[in-house]
């Protein structure tokens, strides 16, 4: 599973139409997600002081366009760098399986609680 974080509207939006299309997708050409350990990593750089947003839960195998884990668009080379995941397309609503608020904590944002017991490991091999 991976995470993309949007506002309530935005979701709303996607709900009318099938398709969760943010902003900067059209400029970007793809929507910026993350796995469940990086997740505070851009909401803490670029949704501070928000109150309005969620956190859509994605099922890679539910999408229908490429899915391409990068290295950090703020340092692409740095072998360090975490890597998230990038879909190269807009979301189908169908690829949502959760959605959860995604309130500031006094410190910043975390992973809701409901998240931290979210079975994110899959046994890839299908055994």
Known sequence: MILHICSR???ATAQETGRHEPAGYA???????????????PANR???GRDDLVLLVIDP???DVDLV???A???PDNPAAPWFPHVFGTIP?????AVHD?????HGFELPPALRRWPVARNVTGA
């Not at 609503?93 to 399986?97: C, F, H, K, M, N």
């Not at 995604?102 to 006094?106: I, M, N």
């Open 69 to 71: 884990w990068e290295r």
């Open 93 to 97: 609503v169908s690829a949502v399986v």
């Open 27 to 41: 400029a970007e050409g793809f929507v910026h997600c993350s796995d469940f350990g990086l997740v505070h990593l």
């Open 9 to 11: 509207a935005e979701w």
């Open 61 to 63: 195998d539910l999408l």
């Open 102 to 106: 995604f309130p500031e904590q006094p």
């Open 46 to 48: 670029l949704f501070r």
């Open 73 to 75: 668009s703020s340092d």
